[in-house]
Structure formats: C-alpha cells, structure tokens
C-alpha cells in the first residue's frame, strides 16, 4: 500500500494529517473489500491553488474543499472486478505492481473553516473529506438522491470505525 501525501501550501493546517489520512484510506479498502495493494496520491493546498485545478478541470472558477481524480471507470461502484478485465498496464503501477486508485486534492482552508462551520474537529473534517474522496475513487457519486444516501453512509461508516464523530 502506497500513499503519496504533499502538503503543497504554507497555511498550517495545525493538526498532524498524515496519519489520519491514511488511517482513513486504509479503512476505507478494508471496508470495500479492495483485494489489491493499492496506491493513491494525496495533495494538500490553498484555496488560490484547488479553484485553479476546479476551473481547469470543471470548469468551476472557485475553490471546493476536495476534487478526487479516479484512474478506473467502474461500471458499479466499489466492484473491483472490473480491474481484472483491463490492461495490467491501464490500472497498475509497473514498478510496485500495486493498483493506481487516482488522487485526492484537498484545501486545508476548507478543512479549517468547515471544521469550524460544523463545529467539529479538524481531524474530522479532514477525515469526511478524504473518506468522500476515497469514495469517489471507488467509482460512487452524489448526483442523484439515492447515489447521496449511499454515499454518506459510507462516509460515516468510515469514519466511526476511526473515532471520528461529528
């Protein structure tokens, strides 16, 4: 298991977040039964920084708190057996062998006021946004009511097996 996290911007995000972004992510698999090694990259950044990369990539001119770039196109969310039907060479890093779920962005700006708007942790807010993250690399979305429902359920499934309530 490979998690690549940079901490991109000089804003202090205050709390140590690497261990609970991979205490999330890994539990994250765990739930979803991934039966790979998997790897995921994991930026940290500035609002200035997410809205460039929302504006290029979805042509939104404004920061979000997390934009997740799946690297597989499931054709049923969380079901791993698609990988088995692509190209070794599509889906797996050629060095480590493991499997290359995508990257996650997330805005430590957002983690700090959405901490605060929620009242609850940093932690918290930094685990919701990197297990809704880990979501979206699964292949689930939020588009329609009943993909939202889902979706937060697993969210929150995630975070109470680690502790992190609102």
Known sequence: MAIHIEYETELPLGIDAAPIIEKVI??????????????????LTDNASIA????????????????????IAYDTPGDFSIVE?????????????????G?????????????EAYGHSR???LGFLTAHSMLHLFGYDHMEEDERIDMEEKQEAILARLGLYR
């Not at 039907?85 to 779920?101: N, Q, T, V, W």
């Not at 990257?103 to 006021?113: C, F, P, R």
Request: charged content about 30%.
């Open 26 to 43: 890994d539990m994250a698999l765990e739930i979803h039964e991934c039966p790979y090694a998997a790897e995921v990259n994991v930026i």
């Open 52 to 71: 460039a990369i929302n504006e290029e990539y979805r042509n939104l001119a404004k920061p979000t708190d997390v934009l997740s770039f799946p690297m």
């Open 85 to 101: 039907e692509m190209a070794e060479e599509d889906c797996f890093d050629p060095d480590s062998g493991e499997l290359l779920l």
């Open 103 to 115: 990257d996650i962005i997330i805005s430590v700006e957002k983690v700090i006021e959405q901490a």
């Open 123 to 125: 932690e918290r807010e």
